[in-house]
């Protein structure tokens, strides 16, 4: 009981930070909220298929910049769809840099489109680092803790 | 998505059950959004393309009460299915988006949707999504308010019998009814205007014909010189209000301004041409008959019937060329409707009054009949019979008229058998859906109406329709949600326009009932008349020939079997 108390409390305290640092928003929260005994492990399941579709997305983009002459329309739509596939589980640091790579985009600002990947890239790398340890942690503590999730 | 059985929806209560077709690229949202409807009760089909979301929806089986899309998506923009879901189907639809731009969500509500999300959507907003389907529904039903009660009105002062006005008829198919002026009439508009809440609701839905009609009038009017009430004047369609037609020109308009995009301007002289069949395609379906399912699907929660539907409106459609043979309605009291005590199922079954539907090549509606708009009714209306139920040839005129509103909530499936006085074995002519099809209406010799007197329960009652290619008589059950029996039975009854055509009833029609003693030797319980029923043989099928000067043409609408009979006649 206690290890699993131990757990939970970790559990809070990475979901915490994840939320605090602006990994994470409240879609998360929802997220958690939707999981439940027909969907045991909806975050995991949500959070697998929202990594590989951004990941597929996110190397299109690679490739869009690559292009020359780079074709901002089409760099703009791939955006718009990583922007709300990363609503979709709340990844709050990837859609506000995406914002601004539209921006840029738009602009026709090359530069500003590189630099505003770039973040996007390393967002999107801590933030499945982070969300792997979390769902793992997770699995662990197991369904006591959804018990004690709604409690909270 | 198969047919809903009435008891898979029998324990849910409205919103729940609800049938959403939700559209989206994100596979992400995909899930997400399934979940959340899911958690909602709702009924959930999910689609990542476009093009196999207006291909579920114009299948047959599917059927939806509303529809959620994202705006941008790879096959198909978001707001063009929008304006298809709209021009095909009409049903509501509620655009997604992550971009919360005013003039995209300007774009979205000028294309027609019903509602805007932006996305991170919240469950809290889709709990809320049956609000726009039930608003359109009271829309529809405030429409047709207006036009009966202006009708009944009318007919008062005019104190005609006439009850071309009564119907959203075309004129010209009521000039066959003229002659059949029945006292009847008149007594059930008496009635009618008595109970104003009875008064017969309809609704008007944008057929092949009166699509043709409308696209005829702007052209005679010019595209550029259009407007609704000019529209509006030429298509002559009583019934049809300016409002109707306004929305449906924005509709029209913003359709072949985007065709006129593709085409790049080239095939302008087609465009219509074009834009017609890609209307009739759109509502009836490409090919298959089953496709006509989804012009009728309008008022899902209105009660359905499926094959009724489906049926209903192959009766008229334009491809009729599929179809040989349109089988006449016959609406048919749900077996299970007869245990309650005392309570007798109605069941009238067309005898005589319509042509019989012979095999014949049958060509596109719009050349030769006048279209009737359809018919729905609201579910929580009693039904009055009426409207311009003109008897047919009925030697006795002073027998009360059968069918009366009742005040309560009665059931209402009806089915009428009505002998026009003459032959006999005029029958509907229903073609024999399957060797095991249930029993049919059934045409008595000496009467004129069985009636049994169901509930409106609709679990133990169901209006069946007996209509060519039904699979079986569990689809034509009422849709649960119905709470009252309303059977959107509504079919497109076009006549050929002959004016010896005076046995024909453009529309459902209900009988005095002649003999009602009949009815009372047979029995006054519903299980008993309808075992009765039952035993009257009923996979014969019977030539209907109506009239013998006209030739039987091959579809009628009907009126749907909602009426409220008269106790007394029971007793």
């Known amino acids: ?152 | 998505m198969g047919n809903p059985l009435p008891s898979s929806r029998a324990a849910e209560a409205f919103p729940a059950g609800l049938r959403v077709l939700i559209v989206d690229d994100d596979p992400t949202w995909l899930k997400i959004l399934e979940k959340m409807l899911r958690k909602c009760s709702y009924q959930v089909t999910t689609c990542s393309l476009a093009t196999d979301a207006l291909h579920i929806l114009r299948e047959r089986k599917a059927r939806f009460d509303i529809v959620i899309s994202d705006v941008n998506m790879p096959d198909m923009d978001g707001f063009k299915l929008l304006e298809h879901v709209g021009l095909e189907m009409d049903l509501p639809v509620i655009m997604m988006s992550i971009d919360g731009e005013t003039s995209r969500v300007m774009k979205g509500v000028q294309h027609g949707a019903c509602d805007y999300l932006l996305k991170p959507v919240r469950m809290k907003e889709l709990r809320n999504i049956w609000q726009h389907v039930y608003r359109k529904k009271m829309q529809e039903l405030k429409e047709v308010e207006t036009h009966s009660i202006d009708e009944v009105i009318n007919i008062l002062r005019n104190g005609s019998e006439d009850i071309e006005d009564r119907h959203l008829i075309d004129e010209t198919e009521m000039s066959s009814m003229r002659k059949r002026k029945d006292v009847d009439n008149k007594e059930f508009v008496d009635q009618e205007l008595n109970d104003p809440s009875t008064v017969k609701k309809a609704r008007v839905v944008w057929s092949v014909d009166l699509h043709q009609k409308f696209v005829n009038a702007v052209d005679q009017i010019g595209f550029d010189k259009v407007g609704p009430k000019k529209i509006l004047d030429l298509m002559s369609v009583p019934g049809l209000t300016r409002e109707n037609v306004a929305s449906h020109l924005q509709k029209y308009r913003l359709y072949l301004s985007r065709l006129q995009k593709q085409n790049g301007g080239t095939c302008g002289g087609n465009m219509q041409s074009d834009h017609i069949n890609k209307t009739i395609k759109g509502k009836f379906g490409l090919k298959s008959s089953t496709n006509v399912q989804q012009d009728w699907e309008l008022t899902k929660y209105a009660c359905t019937t499926e094959n009724f539907q489906t049926h209903g409106i192959v009766a008229n459609a334009a491809h009729v060329s599929e179809m040989n043979r349109v089988a006449p309605a016959q609406v048919i009291a749900s077996k299970k409707a007869l245990v309650n005590d005392a309570q007798l199922g109605l069941f009238l079954s067309f005898k005589g009054m319509l042509p019989s539907i012979r095999e014949k090549a049958c060509k596109p509606l719009h050349d030769e009949r006048p279209v009737m708009q359809l018919m729905q009714y609201p579910e929580q209306e009693n039904y009055s019979v009426l409207e311009g139920y003109s008897c047919l040839a009925n030697p006795d005129r002073d027998h009360e008229p059968c069918f009366d509103h009742f005040p309560s909530s009665q059931p209402l499936i009806t089915s009428a058998t009505c002998t026009n006085g003459k032959d006999m074995k005029d029958l509907y002519e229903m073609k024999p859906l399957q060797p095991a099809m249930p029993p049919m209406a059934c045409t008595i010799d000496s009467v004129s109406i069985q009636v049994k007197h169901g509930l409106v329960n609709l679990q133990d009652t169901g209006a069946i329709c007996k209509l060519e290619g039904s699979p079986s008589i569990e689809d034509c059950y009422l849709d649960e949600t119905c709470n009252q029996g309303c059977f959107p039975l509504t079919y497109e009854v076009s006549l050929k326009s002959k004016s010896d055509s005076d046995s024909m009833l453009e529309d459902l029609h209900l009988y005095s009932v002649q003999k009602l003693s009949y009815l009372e030797n047979v029995s006054c319980t519903g299980t008993e008349i309808y075992q009765y029923i039952d035993s009257v043989p009923i996979t014969e099928v019977q030539r209907i020939n109506l009239c013998e000067d006209s030739e039987p043409s091959g579809e009628y609408l009907y009126d749907p079997v909602d009426y409220s009979i008269d106790e007394y006649l029971f007793s």
């Not at chain 1, 915490?16 to 969907?39: A, M, N, P």
């Not at chain 1, 901002?72 to 990837?94: E, V």
């Not at chain 1, 026709?108 to 801590?126: A, E, M, P, W, Y």
């Open chain 1, 1 to 152: 009981m206690e290890n699993a108390s131990g757990l939970q409390r970790q559990l809070a305290r990475m979901k915490k930070d994840l939320f605090d640092q602006g990994y994470l928003d409240e879609q998360f929260d929802q997220l958690e909220e939707l999981q439940d005994e027909s969907s045991p492990n909806f975050v995991e399941e949500v959070v697998t298929l929202f990594f590989r579709d951004s990941s597929r997305l996110m190397a299109n983009i690679d490739d869009a910049l690559q292009q020359c002459p780079r074709d901002f329309h089409r760099l703009d739509n791939f955006l718009h769809r990583l922007k709300g596939s990363a609503s979709s589980i709340g990844a709050a640091k990837m859609k506000n840099e995406c914002t601004s790579f539209r921006e840029f985009c738009s602009e026709g600002n090359l530069d500003g489109c590189l630099r505003s990947f770039q973040k996007v890239k390393n967002d999107h790398t801590i933030l499945r680092q982070k969300l792997e340890n979390y769902l793992q942690l997770l699995r662990q503590v197991g369904p006591v803790d959804k018990a004690s999730r709604s409690g909270s």
